[in-house]
């Protein structure tokens, strides 16, 4: 069983598309994160849930919204799409706090053209 | 805020020689240390961590990392590299709920 699942694992729309990438935990864990890596393989995060709760919302555009059904889903629905969008995403989940370390899914590659 | 630096951001080394990749952080209080890897086309796959106790920790693979307060830094070492081990390595920090990654090092291994 894959602890942190993310669909789908690629993705090519157009601009100004409107598209959704959905992550699952089977780890029982609190907390679910998404980071954007851009081509230079840069690792940034952009949410933080906690129990479904919003707990960090770094500087991203309100394009990107952040949905959590109950705490083993974190889905990332994205708006007018642009070329910048264009990156691998990856889910992340994590158990304890402050020390646990965190799992990641196997990424969502997204293209814009 | 926590930052974390990894002043190299290439690599290369012949198989079987010994490696070193370098890890800077910057966080107040005492940092949970962590190392990842990420093979191409790949998620990121924990290699070990360190938040409290002997500073020397092993982690998979054959790798280790020492964490040294003084000089703010979580080194990641192997005695002998494989051409498996050919990734990309990135050094993160933990603090407030968030782990901050480093800018990554991408490891070459020459035949």
């Known amino acids: 069983d894959t602890a942190v699942s993310q669909t789908p694992k690629y993705l090519v729309t157009q601009m100004g598309n409107d598209k959704s990438i959905k992550c699952e935990q089977n780890?029982?864990?609190?907390?679910m994160y998404w980071y954007k890596q851009d081509s230079k393989k840069f690792l940034k995060i952009m949410f933080s849930?906690?129990?479904?709760?919003?707990?960090i919302n770094e500087t991203v555009p309100n394009r990107f919204s952040p949905k959590s059904p109950d705490k083993a889903h974190l889905n990332l629905h994205i708006n007018s799409l642009e070329l910048g969008d264009s990156a691998v995403y990856f889910c992340a989940s994590r158990g304890s706090a402050n020390t646990g370390e965190l799992f990641f899914g196997e990424g969502s590659r997204l293209t814009v053209l | 805020a926590q930052s974390v630096t990894q002043p190299d951001i290439h690599i290369t080394v012949s198989e079987g020689a010994s490696l070193e990749l370098r890890c800077n952080y910057s966080y107040g209080a005492t940092p949970y240390l962590f190392w990842y890897v990420q093979s191409p086309g790949q998620g990121l796959q924990l290699l070990l961590k360190y938040f409290s106790g002997d500073t020397l920790v092993q982690g998979i693979k054959g790798f280790e990392a020492e964490f040294k307060r003084s000089q703010s830094s979580f080194n990641l070492r192997k005695p002998s590299v494989h051409w498996s081990d050919a990734a990309e390595y990135f050094c993160a920090v933990i603090a407030d709920n968030m782990l901050t990654f480093g800018g990554g090092t991408r490891l070459m291994v020459k035949p």
């Open positions: 849930y906690n129990n479904k709760e919003l707990i």
């Open positions: 780890l029982g864990h609190d907390t």
